[in-house]
């Protein structure tokens, strides 16, 4: 695969506090395509970041219903990759792609 189809596959790295709690364990979450698969996945984060992937977890966050001054709205359905990547290797999310 080209490096633009992985940009294509992998969105952005989340951030919160679940998720560097998850560093300790040597993984990394990603917000990733709707329609990524798992080998897909894998293949844009060791070609994008050149380590070595022990495996990939993945979630779909349906969209939420909300409201903002009486207005409903829908939050977009977003699907989130935690790749779990061998010992002795690292991703710095803080840095960027």
């Given at each position: 695969?080209?490096a ?11 951030i ?9 364990n ?32 993945t ?27 061998e ?9 960027g792609?």
């Amino acid at each position: 695969m080209s490096a633009l189809k992985y940009y294509d596959i992998l969105h952005s790295p989340v951030i919160t506090e679940k998720a560097t709690l998850g560093a300790e364990n040597n993984q990394v979450t990603f917000r990733v395509a709707i329609n990524a698969t798992k080998p897909e996945i894998k293949a844009a984060v060791e070609g994008l970041f050149q380590v070595k992937v022990k495996a990939v977890n993945t979630l779909r966050q349906q969209g939420k219903v909300k409201r903002f001054r009486g207005i409903k709205g829908r939050r977009a359905e977003v699907k989130k990759a935690i790749v779990t990547l061998e010992d002795g290797q690292s991703i710095d999310v803080t840095t960027g792609i």
